[in-house]
């Protein structure tokens, strides 16, 4: 297929977001179907990003660590049904209840603590980390009061996954890093994957995106690694998931095990571009999009990002990177795989046709009176400055009831505000009030 519409949209979406740089692979059950690169990894120095630019994926990093639980319960090491005290005796949250099927699963009961996003927000800001080791973990979650029963509910835990990590280590009696580097890494011959950046040339340089990117640091931490340490590149990335969709046996793993790392386990209530999600082993599932199942994760640590996702009937996939964390990833890989469907993404995805409208509001007006109306947008959200013989008032557009339809909020009541095109031109109607578009922002 002609890739052409897809490099339009990255382009799109990478200026939009200010992301640096956008990395991506197109592949199927036996190759590459395309790889490419837009921007730079390195905008001090003005180096491009390549298809094999090295960046931390984040919270793709889960499915390997799902992957390796899974491992050992196919050597009959552990059981999915075993308590997570049987493997670590120091934990105490619910001794008797939580089981490595609920760590998975993100169904523990365990309420997100913050501890990851805490350790990589003092990593870049240069600050010593508040719990610098697993034992400092443990102690924290001994403090902790169970929200849910465990099974009960879905609560996404990185914390759930560090646990997973530390069971891997204690069940194999090898480091977490030096199992997947043995079990998974060096199977699959993957050469730019691992848990540092050291050591390798073509590497992104991190963002924190502000008004324009800021340069920082890689916010590595040993208790991270196995809810989202790993480092990568798309063609990588685009190799290990090859063999969820592989014809023949896995490197990795036994097919039956395989499809039920896959499987919808539980509904997620995580934000999703789609109707609902399910979650697998490490893996997020979308049962129909666009009558084929999807399995995908994405990741994001402040200052890179990462999405993997593939189509299990169709057997093709895409894998992006970011060196920020604004870069709409999720959006451009539907976008990739409805058109490697055949599918006109405009008519079939909901956010792509959202993204026009909310783009076509946006300009300068004029009415007849010499007043002036200037709509912006910030993500799916509409803002209107509105300037007239009074002074200038600044205040949201809140959604109505369509999509061209929204108010304003008063102490008197709303304001109602309707775009709609008249003659080919965009046209806004602020209660009695006409504006005409006279140009985009």
């Not at 094999?52 to 049904?81: M, P, R, W």
């Not at 893996?283 to 402040?302: C, D, E, P, R």
């Not at 990833?329 to 909901?350: M, V």
């Not at 929204?406 to 504006?435: A, D, H, Q």
Request: glycine letters at 8%.
């Amino acid at each position: 297929m002609n890739f052409k519409e897809i490099e339009e949209y990255i382009q799109k979406k990478r200026q939009s977001s200010k992301a640096p740089s956008i990395s991506i692979c197109v592949f199927d059950s036996e190759k590459v179907l395309y790889a490419n690169a837009f921007g730079f990894r390195n905008l001090e120095l003005g180096l491009s990003a390549t298809p094999y630019t090295i960046y931390g994926v984040g919270s793709i990093t889960k499915s390997v660590t799902a992957l390796c639980v899974l491992q050992l319960y196919e050597k009959g090491l552990l059981d999915l049904n075993d308590t997570v005290s049987q493997h670590l005796k120091s934990f105490g949250f619910d001794d008797s209840l939580v089981t490595i099927k609920h760590l998975l699963t993100h169904t523990s009961g365990m309420p997100s603590l913050g501890v990851a996003e805490r350790i990589i927000a003092q990593r870049i800001a240069g600050e010593k980390s508040g719990v610098t080791n697993f034992d400092e973990f443990i102690g924290l979650l001994k403090r902790v009061n169970r929200v849910f029963r465990p099974g009960e509910r879905f609560l996404y835990s990185n914390e759930g996954y560090m646990l997973l990590g530390k069971i891997v280590e204690t069940v194999s009696g090898e480091r977490y890093e030096d199992y997947v580097l043995k079990r998974v890494i060096k199977p699959l011959a993957l050469v730019r994957t691992g848990f540092t950046l050291n050591g390798y040339e073509d590497v992104m340089t991190p963002y924190l995106i502000k008004t324009l990117p800021e340069r920082s640091v890689f916010p590595n931490h040993s208790l991270l690694l196995p809810a989202g340490g790993l480092v990568s590149c798309v063609v990588e990335l685009a190799q290990y998931a090859r063999n969820f969709i592989v014809e023949n046996e896995s490197l990795l793993l036994t097919k039956q095990l395989l499809e039920e790392a896959t499987r919808p386990h539980v509904k997620t209530n995580l934000p999703t571009l789609l109707e609902e999600e399910w979650y697998g082993y490490g893996w997020q599932v979308a049962k129909s999009f666009l009558g084929q199942t999807l399995v995908s994760h994405s990741g994001n640590i402040a200052v890179c990002s990462a999405y993997l996702g593939f189509l299990k009937d169709a057997k093709i996939g895409v894998a992006l990177a970011s060196n920020s964390a604004t870069a709409p990833l999720a959006q451009i890989a539907l976008y990739t795989l409805s058109l490697l469907l055949e599918k006109d993404p405009k008519k079939e995805l909901s956010f792509v046709f959202l993204d026009e409208l909310l783009d076509s509001f946006c300009g300068v007006y004029e009415s007849f009176s010499g007043s002036t109306l200037v709509v912006r947008r910030s993500g799916y959200s509409l803002y209107a400055e509105i300037t007239t013989q009074f002074g200038t008032e600044r205040t949201a557009l809140l959604p109505g009831k369509d999509f061209y339809s929204y108010y304003i909020p008063s102490y008197s009541g709303n304001i109602p505000v309707e775009f709609f095109t008249e003659k080919g031109e965009m046209r806004v109607l602020v209660e009695r009030n006409l504006f005409k578009k006279i140009s985009n922002p």
